[in-house]
């Protein structure tokens, strides 16, 4: 009986030691064992064995990207403008034997080591510097902390400037001047837009100046086109009666009474000067040729 009992016991024993024995590491993690308060390895994902009561493990440290949001920092800019910046990084373990014993409370490190650099990169700015350059600055501190904390096993992946604020004095003014400076692009655009209406409308009238001078152009070209047709029309009405005049071979008497008729015409005109022939002494032989005519002419009818 006695035996069995040690038996027993024994395998409770040898049970409860394989328990401790045998540890699991998650995935995205990892374990440091220390052997007689020495390293002696790195556990990875996955069932390990190790020795009770001479291997003893630390906390799992976990090998996902971390988080740290600090607290907003004082900063002083080159031009002496006293400002509250908070900062975002984000980090990740990549050696877990430097992380455990490189430095002691990491986190406290890299919100300290943060602070120092920012502090450093934005006094070598001015303030309108520092609100336009913040992938420059957050570039700059992301490679000086990733080259100060590789030592403690750690990579610095991203650290951004998550707010700026300047003194409320300093946002008074920026407001004023962001809004004069939307004043004056109004004003600019009030006045380009002016500036293109009136040279619309300068064109329009042109335009309208130009049409019109083309029509009183074609207006007049067409009335000298008709006058012109009216003359040649004339003309050639002139020239015909006097080929067919001549054609009719007209007595001395039947021209000199066509000439008392364009004296008689002229007599009746506005001019104060009639042009009288030479040849008016013959006018009592040219009546007396005239009335011969008409008697010869009452005969033959």
């Given at each position: 009986m006695v035996g069995i009992i040690i038996a027993v016991s024994l395998v409770a024993v040898a049970l409860i030691v394989l328990g401790f024995s045998i540890k699991v590491v998650h995935q995205a993690s990892t374990v440091v064992v220390e052997r007689l308060g020495k390293y002696h390895k790195t556990l990875e994902t996955g069932v390990h064995f190790i020795v009770p009561l001479v291997d003893r493990i630390s906390k799992p440290i976990s090998l996902k990207e971390r988080v740290a949001d600090f607290k907003p920092q004082p900063v002083i800019t080159k031009d002496n403008v006293t400002m509250q910046i908070d900062t975002v990084v984000y980090f990740q373990v990549t050696d877990a034997k430097l992380f455990t014993y490189g430095v002691e409370r990491p986190l406290?490190?890299?919100?300290?080591?943060?602070?120092?650099?920012?502090?450093?990169?934005?006094?070598?700015?001015e303030l309108d510097e520092t609100l336009t350059s913040r992938d420059t600055v957050n570039a700059k501190m992301r490679s000086?902390?990733?080259?100060?904390?590789?030592?403690?096993?750690?990579?610095?992946?991203?650290?951004?400037?998550?707010?700026i604020l300047p003194p409320k004095d300093i946002q008074d003014a920026?407001?004023?001047?962001?809004?004069?400076?939307?004043?004056?692009?109004?004003?600019?655009?009030r006045a380009e837009g002016e500036k293109k209406s009136n040279i619309l409308v300068a064109e329009g009238r042109k335009q309208a100046a130009i049409l019109e001078a083309e029509g009183d152009k074609a207006s007049k070209i067409l009335n000298a086109e008709a006058e012109k047709a009216k003359l040649i029309a004339e003309a050639e009405g002139a020239a015909k009666a006097i080929?067919?005049?001549?054609?009719?071979?007209?007595?001395?008497?039947?021209?000199?009474?066509?000439?008392?008729?364009?004296?008689?015409?002229?007599?009746?005109?506005?001019?104060?000067?009639?042009?009288?022939?030479?040849?008016?002494?013959?006018?009592?032989?040219?009546?007396?040729?005239?009335?011969?005519?008409?008697?010869?002419?009452?005969?033959?009818?």
């Open positions: 406290n490190a890299i919100e300290n080591l943060t602070a120092t650099t920012l502090r450093n990169i934005v006094g070598e700015l000086i902390l990733d080259e100060a904390t590789d030592p403690w096993g750690i990579k610095i992946n991203r650290v951004e400037l998550k707010n920026m407001e004023k001047q962001m809004r004069a400076e939307r004043e004056r692009r109004e004003q600019i655009l080929e067919l005049v001549n054609k009719a071979n007209p007595s001395a008497a039947y021209v000199t009474l066509q000439g008392f008729e364009a004296l008689k015409t002229l007599a009746d005109g506005q001019s104060t000067k009639i042009i009288v022939p030479s040849e008016i002494q013959n006018v009592a032989g040219l009546l007396a040729s005239l009335k011969e005519t008409v008697v010869e002419e009452k005969k033959k009818k």
